[in-house]
């Protein structure tokens, strides 16, 4: 496996496999302002022991938000994708693990994401990577329940 840089092409097969590797319509959050304006930190896994070649099996859109003068700068995990056949195997550890190195070499102290209620694989997934969550009612607005996850650097 090997994690490196999206390209414009990644960029591309991402938006044509995200909805069948989601198993639902999600293409829609796989915006292009997450490759073009805010993509210095998107990644994707090759599986290059494929017989065929390297084969794009897994990505990462994150990207990092500026410090303030209330807060430190972060990494923020926007949409993560791993191909059906290679989970459990180690492709979504390598995306975030890359991510998080990039964010520290850029002086980020804590990463963020956020899921949907419910969603339990997620939610397992991060906590054994050592992310805390909690639930925010109406963090997407009145009534729109979001679990947000954090992890400090």
Not at 36 to 54: C, I, M, N, Q
Request: a positive charge.
């Amino acid at each position: 496996m090997r994690v490196r840089p999206m390209t414009r092409q990644d960029f591309d097969a991402v938006v044509l496999v995200v909805d069948q590797w989601w198993s639902g319509p999600i293409a829609v959050l796989a915006h292009p302002v997450f490759f073009y304006e805010l993509g210095k930190f998107a990644r994707v896994v090759e599986d290059t022991a494929h017989p065929s070649g390297a084969k794009f099996v897994g990505f990462l859109l994150g990207f990092i938000v500026p410090q303030d003068e209330e807060r430190p700068a972060l990494g923020y995990v926007h949409l993560v994708g791993v191909h059906p056949e290679y989970r459990r195997k180690g492709v979504a550890r390598a995306l975030y693990t890359d991510f998080a190195a990039s964010c520290i070499r850029s002086g980020c102290r804590h990463l963020k994401a956020i899921t949907t209620a419910g969603n339990e694989g997620s939610l397992r997934f991060h906590q054994a990577m050592g992310w805390t969550w909690h639930e925010d009612e109406n963090y997407a607005g009145p009534g729109r329940r979001r679990i947000v996850l954090t992890k400090e650097l």
